[in-house]
């Protein structure tokens, strides 16, 4: 067989490569990897240079609805579940926008959101250790330590399971119309696996431009979010518009850095600031970075993630999170940027297609009982369209009323 060089020789390494990057999956010396990399290098992108600018033109000033999955499924790719998520998505963009008035810019969590940063490696599973689930892109939810092993080749199906959910939202966005809706539905998710995204970085041919092909809205997690390492650097060099999420230990000083490094020149449409506080720690923690920002002059989208600051372990094991202070800390996330003369622009949830899901309390699900009842997902606990819409009603009244 003819020798092949390494993957670096092959492929032009983006400089953020040679950085230190965290949460990686150890893969480098598997059998398939350059043939992984390759593959991805030489396939087609996602999405569009012409999407990515429509998303960015779209976003300033808009409402932003931005929903799915914490970790979607490779076997939830099919047109008719797309078409599903695709309806919830709708359904509850009408309903925003309904009680707002305004038109609202809808982004799945969809279409490549395969990655999960996890706190834990490991974890305990029949009395033996094995790996962490980190998404179907890194390994299997399968409970074995062979399942739970990172094989790169997931990386290639992670395209593939990609490219079904685009095309069907491709249809979606485009009805019979020469130009895609502004509104969407856009495709986004946490830009984890350096692998992956830096494969899928590609030039834009009218403007020359390098953007990112896999997503139209990628964003960095609460964990990669270090300004000097590579997930920030990935981004910087490319042009679509960014999330980044800004957790309850986040200084101002340190987000003052991401947006310096991502939004150098201040652009409107291009940095989305995702806070993901928790209920009671938000009122300390966001009102200093919220107005620092507007200072520094970056016109960030701000979105609340109510979600993530919120999830609670049962005695059982189970992860929950409670409608009560999801809603909590949304109304509270408008109030202060409010108060800080800056628009609350909307919000990013965990939301299941499904609509018997029981995975978080409140509203149809009444007890830590009924979480037996439908508990599916791969990662964290989702909203069920029902108490979805609770939370949208809640932040267009602007009151926690019936929930504080
Ligand atoms: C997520 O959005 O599923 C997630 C892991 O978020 P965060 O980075 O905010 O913890
Ligand atoms: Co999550």
Redo the contacts with the bound molecule.
């Keep these: 067989m003819q020798q092949t060089g390494s993957i670096a020789d092959l492929i032009q390494l983006g400089p953020w490569e040679r950085v230190p990057a965290v949460q990686q999956p150890d893969w480098r010396d598997h059998p398939a990897y350059d043939e992984a990399c390759r593959a991805l290098a030489e396939a087609p992108p996602l999405v569009t240079a012409a999407e990515v600018r429509r998303l960015r033109e779209a976003l300033p000033g808009a409402l932003v609805l931005q929903l799915g999955d914490?970790?979607e499924s490779f076997y939830e790719c099919t047109p008719r579940h797309t078409s599903e998520k695709l309806k919830t998505i709708d359904w509850l963009g009408d309903r925003f926008s309904e009680l707002t008035g305004r038109s609202v810019v809808r982004v799945g969590?969809m279409a490549g959101?395969f990655a999960?940063?996890r706190s834990a490696a490991t974890e305990w599973y029949d009395a033996v250790r094995i790996p962490s689930f980190r998404g179907h892109m890194i390994n299997s939810d399968i409970a074995t330590s062979e399942t739970r092993k990172a094989n790169p080749r997931r990386m290639v199906w992670a395209y593939e399971a990609s490219d079904q959910v685009q095309r069907v939202m491709r249809t979606y966005r485009q009805g019979d119309r020469p130009t895609a809706m502004p509104e969407g539905p856009w495709s986004s998710h946490?830009a984890l696996v350096i692998d992956y995204e830096s494969r899928l970085i590609r030039r834009d041919p009218d403007t020359d431009e390098l953007y990112l092909g896999s997503t139209h809205l990628p964003?960095?997690?609460?964990?990669?979010r270090q300004p000097d390492e590579a997930h920030i650097a990935m981004l910087s060099s490319v042009v679509n518009p960014v999330g980044c999420?800004v957790?309850p230990k986040a200084k101002p000083d340190d987000i003052l850095r991401v947006c310096e490094v991502l939004d150098p020149r201040r652009e409107p449409g291009r940095l989305v600031l995702?806070a993901?506080m928790g209920r009671d720690r938000i009122l300390e923690a966001l009102p200093p970075i919220v107005s620092r920002v507007a200072a520094a002059g970056h016109q960030a989208v701000w979105l609340s993630?109510p979600?993530?600051?919120n999830t609670v372990k049962l005695p059982t094991g189970l992860k929950t999170r409670y409608l009560a202070d999801v809603i909590t800390e949304a109304v509270r996330f408008r109030d202060i940027l409010d108060a800080a003369g800056q628009e609350a622009a909307g919000l990013?949830i965990?939301v299941a297609a499904d609509d018997e899901v029981t995975e978080c309390i409140g509203g149809p699900v009444v007890d830590e009982e009924e979480l037996q009842r439908h508990y599916t997902s791969l990662?964290?606990p989702r909203l069920n369209r029902h108490q979805a819409a609770e939370l949208i009603e809640a932040w267009a009244r602007g009151t926690t009323s019936g929930h504080a």
């Excluded at 964003?219 to 990669?224: A, I, K, L, P």
Aim: charged letters at 40%.
């Design positions: 914490c970790a969590r959101q999960k940063p946490e964003w960095v997690g609460e964990r990669t999420k957790g995702i993901r993630d979600m993530h600051g990013h965990e990662c964290d």
